[in-house]
């Protein structure tokens, strides 16, 4: 008599744990429409704001975060560096509209593994959680060409910076001293090395490449 054959014991390999974070609804629930429809992977958690994220990270321990960088009072690269702070294994995946050179920089910078724009096909992006789930650190080649851009160009001081964003919401170089607490002719030396720095010869020109690089944003 023939023993009947013992059942397979092999268990299907885990899913790639995801949870998405970004504060527009519809988004959110296509980009978890898309993972759901892949057999290895799933969307474990997913939630609009930067501190919901840091608070639901630690619940949920997900194996690959998608991360918005504009999410409020607590932004993407905020929430990045609370959360790499708890666990530095962190696999965090920027996927955002901004290609500014130093919003990609900042978001390294706080931790993040990669950047995608979200004009990516749905392909690669099935593709690049798979790749960071495996522990590499994928970099799509506009990304590449921006952090050369950035490295290639003289760097803004951080008082550089506060007088470019005063700037962009309306103020003049008066009430940009008075605001910063420096005189009026040391805010015309910085808008001077602005204007130097950006390539630009007035402040209309100065913000809108700020800007687009991502040193500054409109409120």
Do not use: W
Not at 108 to 115: L, R, V
Not at 187 to 216: C, E, M, P, S, Y
């Amino acid at each position: 008599m023939t023993a009947p054959q013992a059942q397979s014991s092999t268990t299907p390999p885990a899913r790639i744990r995801v949870m998405c974070v970004e504060d527009h609804r519809i988004v959110r629930e296509g980009i978890a429409l898309i993972i759901n429809q892949e057999a290895d992977m799933e969307t474990v958690c997913s939630c609009s704001s930067g501190d919901e994220a840091i608070a639901m990270y630690a619940q949920c321990k997900p194996d690959v975060v998608l991360m918005d960088l504009r999410l409020g009072k607590t932004s993407g690269v905020d929430a990045i560096k609370a959360i790499r702070k708890d666990d530095p294994n962190a696999r965090i995946v920027v996927l955002t509209m901004y290609e500014g050179d130093e919003d990609i920089y900042r978001a390294h910078q706080a931790g993040a593994t990669t950047y995608l724009l979200k004009d990516t096909l749905s392909s690669d992006l099935i593709r690049v959680v798979r790749q960071v789930h495996a522990g590499e650190r994928p970099v799509q080649p506009e990304v590449q060409a921006r952090l050369a851009e950035r490295a290639n160009s003289p760097t803004l001081t951080t008082r550089e910076i506060e007088v470019l964003q005063l700037i962009s919401e309306g103020l003049r170089n008066k009430e940009v001293g008075a605001t910063l607490g420096i005189t009026e002719g040391t805010v015309q030396i910085h808008v001077k090395n602005i204007f130097a720095k950006l390539h630009v010869n007035d402040r209309t020109a100065a913000v809108q490449k700020a800007v687009r690089r991502g040193l500054i944003q409109m409120k």
